[in-house]
Every structure is written in structure tokens, then in C-alpha cells.
């Protein structure tokens, strides 16, 4: 059971838009930046968003993200087969004093 | 470029050690907080621990405080974990993650096997 809740599962065909949503509590999203990780297959995770909305070098603007109190959004526009992977949403817990992640979503790109 | 690269996996019975370690190049290692994060097979991201620049604050997960302790030698630029008392269930994937926003930078991870 993982602390910060997210869909098991989105779909979409090329070209088109997807959300990814991620929802936890005062502790951890409603209390500090949310960051957002790409796993492809057979990769370890890399950063695609952090500080709620922001890009590091090399992520395109397709990806973008979003917090709203306790609960964070990440958004990819003209999607790509390339993009089929796994994302997980991420922050630090203060109630924990650790890192809480999302179950994970698998992105299928149709 | 950054590099992390992780080493120390491998297969171990139950209730045995192993020591991992990774090894950090083109960035400030010592400006750095740094974590291990493991992926147990076909499963999510689990966070392991935590250790601040300068090693004054540590912090575990419940799942494994008491039974792994982390530490860094920035001197070196590595960071490392050892594990104790090992369960069937701290077999995962070990990645180690840094960098200014938390899990910045992410090495391929190592495998760690734990069976009897």
C-alpha cells in the first residue's frame, strides 16, 4: 500500500493527452514540492519533473506538472509510443522523515 | 555527465550481510544529500534510506531500521549501505539517488537476491 495514491493504469493513442494524477496528505504533497520520475522498461527511474512543475535540462516541454494542495497532476502532451512507461510520483514525508512514492502508472500508448 | 554506479549485489541467504556501495562522478558529491531507493521485481519504488551532506542526519524506513545503516565517504565520493539480518523480502533492485531537488540523478541499481 504505497502513501501517495496514483491510477494503476492510463491509456492513450498517439498524438493525443494524458493526465496522471497523485493524491496524498497534509504530511508530504500538502507540504512539500512533488516530483515526478519515468521508468522505462528495464531502466532505473529518471527525473522528468521536480518542484511541482519544473523540467531539468533535456525533459521537453510535452511533460508538465501541477500541485494543487494535496494533490499533484503530471501531464504529457503528443504522445508518443516512446513514451510507454512507468511514472511515479514523488515527496518527502514529514510525518515519516522519508521519501513516499506512488504505486505507480503504467502509460500505454495505443 | 553524472554517473552513480552502484555494486555489491548478488545472492545471499537469509538472515546474511552484504555491503553496497556506490561510486558518484561529475557532480558535487558532497553538496549532496544522497538515498537508496530499491524495486523489488515487478513492483514499485520503495524508499531505503536517507543521509545529509555531512552525514549529520540519517533516516530509515521502518521496514529496515535496525537492520541497515547507511553512510557516505565524500572524500571518496561513495556512498554505501549495509545490510543485516536480511528477509526474503529485501530482495529488490538497490538504486542510489541524489542531487538539489532530493532524487535528482539515479544509478542503475544493483541486485540483490535473498533465498535460501
Known amino acids: 500500500q504505497s502513501v501517495l495514491t496514483q491510477p494503476p493504469s492510463v491509456s492513450a493513442a498517439p498524438g493525443q493527452k494524458v493526465t496522471i494524477s497523485c493524491s496524498g496528505s497534509?504530511?508530504?504533497?500538502?507540504?512539500?514540492?512533488v516530483s515526478w520520475y519515468q521508468q522505462l522498461p528495464g531502466t532505473a527511474p529518471k527525473l522528468l519533473i521536480y518542484e511541482n512543475n519544473k523540467r531539468p535540462s533535456g525533459i521537453p516541454d510535452r511533460f508538465s506538472g501541477s500541485k494543487s494542495g494535496t494533490s499533484a497532476t503530471l501531464g504529457i502532451t503528443g504522445l508518443q509510443t516512446g513514451d510507454e512507461a512507468d511514472y511515479y510520483c514523488g515527496t518527502w514525508d514529514s510525518s515519516l522523515s522519508g521519501w513516499v512514492f506512488g504505486g505507480g502508472t503504467k502509460l500505454t500508448v495505443l | 555527465e553524472v554517473q552513480l554506479v552502484e555494486s555489491g549485489g548478488g545472492l545471499v541467504k537469509p538472515g546474511g550481510s552484504l555491503r553496497l556501495s556506490c561510486a558518484s562522478s561529475?557532480?558535487?558529491?558532497?553538496?549532496?544529500?544522497m538515498n537508496w531507493v530499491r524495486q523489488a521485481p515487478g513492483k514499485g519504488l520503495e524508499w531505503v534510506s536517507y543521509i545529509s551532506r555531512s552525514s549529520g542526519n540519517i533516516f530509515y524506513a521502518d521496514s529496515v531500521k535496525g537492520r541497515f545503516t547507511i553512510s557516505r565517504d565524500n572524500a571518496k565520493n561513495s556512498l554505501f549501505l549495509l545490510m543485516t539480518s536480511l528477509r526474503v523480502e529485501d530482495t529488490a533492485v538497490y538504486f542510489c539517488?541524489?542531487?538539489?531537488?532530493?532524487?535528482?540523478?539515479w544509478g542503475r541499481g544493483t541486485l540483490v537476491t535473498v533465498s535460501s
Open positions: 561529475g557532480f558535487t558529491f558532497s553538496g549532496y544529500a
Open positions: 497534509s504530511s508530504n504533497i500538502g507540504n512539500d514540492y
Open positions: 539517488a541524489g542531487g538539489s531537488s532530493g532524487l535528482d540523478y
